[in-house]
């Protein structure tokens, strides 16, 4: 039982910045937007998070700053592939390139004079778990309330997106420059000032993702933190149909991946080291591939939004 | 008064050729400012960067060295993307290059050793196209996006590396050093200067054999058809199933030549550290160079140079090298901001007609 506890409040945690960052591109993708930069705006939020807290020690500020340079990166994916109807997946791989490029520099050049300017191997002030009374002694139950803020958060955030898409009429209005930005267009909705919007907010969801990989999952800064992570949000969102409640189960399964792995490793097993760490990469392709071949099969339920990837203009015909 | 963008009649030559070297300029400019506010000074930073690439014949050479597989592995992507399939795999493709040939090189004592260098490379290329052809079967058949199946199969490639040269793969008499045996010397891919060996003359035949398949053939004519219309493709009776394995088989297997002369002719063994993200850096060649293959030899050298340079820095003034990847990861937003002038122009609208 003890055991089961354990492991469970590790997949919590390990999933917690999965499902920030599925939220948020839930958000971008269900404009019409699609911003495979997610890898490298969560490389940037989880970078600027540990240096603020370094230099500050306020942990408040620096998911503010997390948030506003996972938001800047997404502007400019948004100014590009809105604006510049530039190709939205080369966008999107840019701001990985450049985001992880720039994380790694600026992680090598931001830290203190005595460590060679090097932020690795510093340590910040991090998000601790807060028992919550009563409800933090029950077996199993424990697992969800020994947490931290920004888990305990997605309480919130999950129900509150899901109620924002699906029962509001500024969530229609993001659904339907999604799915047909002509028709939103002719009733009145600014398609590209909706696309800005969600793509931006997003991103700052996004960042906070990368802010609590460093400042609460493993603090510490280190170059490869993300480890694909990004990619995996990705996929995440297209398990969760574009449906932020659902994308808790994509979180769960691969923050429990996560968990087992490390619970295998620290145990000793037979299996060498390098084919655990396999396990979420197959797992995504795995998934993807039957999540796929079944979508075909029973159209609608999980297709993406119509408009996904395509640039937009009242002057094209 | 407002400004609109405006649909050209045709595609402007002149601005998709000075796009990209504008975009080089203002990338640097950018990087200047990243430079200013982490404390350097760009321009003697930059001027380092160029005397570390350019500067010396020798340092021209390490330029070509890096050169190399960023050729091979910028064709195979501008290919795929040619069919608008987002092969972001290369990484991986060119690892498992590195795998296959090792392979041969290592383990098979049984072939003459006049063989071996020709059979590693071409086992290289097989294992990079294999790698390739996983994502194009998942596409071809059923829809799998593929952008995300062959970026997780970099993870997956590198990790199995891994677990060769640290594993079962390892050189017994290494001192526990991750790492192949070294290759029987007869394997090795020769040298003509420095590290510089000659698979630079393979790539850039390689280079000009695909411009001429891309732009005079009818296999390159469908493919240029299909990433732009596939309807009318499929209408003209083109088989984009069977053209994306085929043309995907043919990217990996670059790729994996690229990984294969990288320890055939530089390592000559799988070691840790064989992951150098050329692939990804690839990915930014072939967008430059505008899926043109004979633009991808000019682009991957200055690509070189910036990673060159920026190994430099770190030797000279103690800056990170990150700092090429950062310019390189610079150069893709304004290439990005600027194409859309290529097929648009501006055009200032003095009254909004009612």
New interface residues.
């Given amino acids: 039982m003890q055991l089961i506890t354990t492991l469970l409040a590790v997949t919590l945690s390990a999933g917690t910045s999965l499902l920030y960052a599925t939220i948020g591109e839930i958000y971008t993708e269900r404009s019409g937007i699609l911003n495979?930069g997610v890898e490298g705006m969560m490389m940037m939020g989880a970078l600027s998070a540990f240096a603020v807290s370094f230099y500050t020690g306020s942990l408040f500020l620096s998911l503010i700053v997390a948030m506003l340079v996972g938001g800047s990166l997404a502007l400019?994916h948004a100014?590009?592939s809105i604006s510049?109807?530039?190709?939205q997946?080369?966008?999107g791989?840019?701001i990985t390139?450049?985001?992880?490029?720039?994380a790694?520099?600026?992680g090598?050049?931001?830290g203190p004079e005595s460590n060679g300017f090097n932020l690795a191997g510093m340590t910040a002030s991090n998000f601790q778990k807060i028992q919550i009374p009563f409800l933090g002694d029950i077996p199993i139950l424990a697992a969800f309330f020994n947490q931290d803020v920004l888990t305990y958060m997605l309480f919130l955030i999950v129900p509150l997106s899901w109620y924002f898409m699906y029962r509001t009429k500024h969530g229609l209005s993001l659904r339907s420059v999604g799915e047909n930005p002509r028709t939103a267009s002719a009733m009145g909705i600014s398609v590209a000032k909706v696309r800005y919007l969600y793509t931006v907010i997003g991103g700052m969801l996004v960042g906070l993702g990368g802010a609590h990989l460093t400042l609460a999952y493993t603090p510490g800064w280190s170059e490869n933190v993300t480890?694909?992570r990004g990619?995996i949000v990705?996929?995440l969102v297209?398990f969760a149909g574009w449906n932020p409640s659902r994308a808790v189960f994509g979180a769960v399964l691969f923050g429990g991946i996560n968990a087992i792995q490390f619970r295998l490793q620290a145990a000793g097993t037979m299996i060498?080291a390098?084919?655990l760490?396999?396990a979420p990469?197959?797992v995504?392709?795995v998934v993807?591939?039957l999540m796929?071949?079944i979508g075909?099969k029973k159209k609608g339920k999980y297709s993406s939004p119509s408009a996904l990837g395509n640039a937009f203009?009242i002057?094209d015909k | 008064m407002r400004i609109?963008?405006e649909k050209r009649e045709a595609r402007s030559k002149t601005v998709t050729v000075l796009v990209p070297i504008i975009s080089f300029v203002v990338s640097l400019m950018l990087g200047s400012i990243?430079l200013g506010l982490?404390g350097a000074n760009p321009l003697s930073t930059y001027g380092f960067m160029f005397k570390g690439a350019f500067g010396t014949w020798i340092d021209f050479t390490e330029t070509l060295v890096k050169a190399i597989p960023l050729l091979l592995t910028g064709l195979g992507v501008a290919l795929a993307f040619k069919l608008r399939f987002?092969n972001?795999g290369a990484e991986g493709q060119f690892i498992w290059g590195a795998i296959g040939t090792s392979w041969v090189m290592v383990f098979w004592n049984f072939l003459p050793l006049p063989l071996l260098l020709p059979i590693g490379l071409v086992m290289g290329m097989v294992a990079g196209a294999m790698w390739a052809g996983i994502p194009a079967i998942?596409k071809a058949n059923?829809?799998?996006?593929e952008?995300?199946?062959t970026?997780?199969?970099n993870?997956?490639a590198i990790?199995?590396a891994?677990?060769l040269y640290?594993?079962p793969w390892r050189d017994p008499d290494g001192f526990g050093f991750p790492g192949t045996k070294r290759f029987p010397q007869e394997g090795w891919l020769p040298r003509f200067a420095g590290r510089a060996h000659y698979g630079l003359f393979l790539a850039l035949a390689i280079a000009i054999l695909l411009w001429f398949l891309l732009s005079k053939t009818r296999w390159g004519f469908e493919i240029k058809m299909i990433g732009k219309n596939q309807k009318a493709a499929r209408c003209l009776g083109v088989s984009i199933e069977k053209s994306i394995v085929v043309t995907l088989l043919i990217s990996g297997a670059l790729a994996g030549l690229a990984g294969a002369t990288e320890v055939a002719g530089i390592s000559h063994r799988l070691q840790k550290g064989i992951d150098m993200g050329y692939g990804?850096t690839a990915?930014?060649i072939a967008?430059m160079a505008q899926l043109n293959p004979l633009a991808c030899i000019l682009v991957s050298i200055l690509m070189a140079g910036l990673l060159v340079g920026g190994d430099q820095l770190q030797m000279m003034v103690g800056?990170?090298s990150?700092?090429g990847?950062?310019i390189?990861?610079?150069l893709?937003?304004p290439l990005?901001?600027g194409?859309?002038f290529t097929e648009?122009r501006l055009k200032i609208v003095r009254k909004v007609e009612a």
């Fill in positions: 495979l400019l100014f590009l510049m109807r530039a190709n997946v080369v966008s791989l840019s390139l450049f985001g992880t490029g720039l790694s520099y600026l090598q050049r931001l480890g694909g990619w990705i996929a297209i060498p390098s084919f760490n396999m990469y197959v995504t392709v993807l591939a796929t071949i075909k203009s002057e | 609109v963008l990243v982490s987002w972001i998942l059923w829809g799998v996006d952008t995300l199946t970026l997780m199969l993870y997956v990790l199995f891994e677990y640290y594993g990804y990915i930014i967008w800056l990170p990150s700092m990847l950062v390189q990861g610079l893709l937003f990005l901001a194409s859309v648009y």
